[in-house]
């Protein structure tokens, strides 16, 4: 399996941006490696945020 050296994160934004704008469904080719270093790296980045909303009054 690819480790973050091996990953091109740019070549990957770059196929998924090449479809937006195609028919709903177009498949991208990614390989396994890939798409576990996004989805690793995107919870990394979600468990970092803060858990609780800073929100003010008054909440409707």
Request: contains cysteine; negative net charge; aromatic residues 4%.
């Amino acid at each position: 399996m690819a480790d973050q050296h091996e990953v091109d994160l740019d070549s990957i934004i770059d196929r998924l941006l090449e479809v937006r704008g195609s028919r709903p469904g177009k498949q991208v080719q990614l390989l396994e490696a890939e798409i576990r270093y996004l989805c690793t790296k995107a919870r990394e980045i979600f468990i970092s945020q803060p858990i609780l909303l800073e929100l003010e009054a008054p909440i409707k």
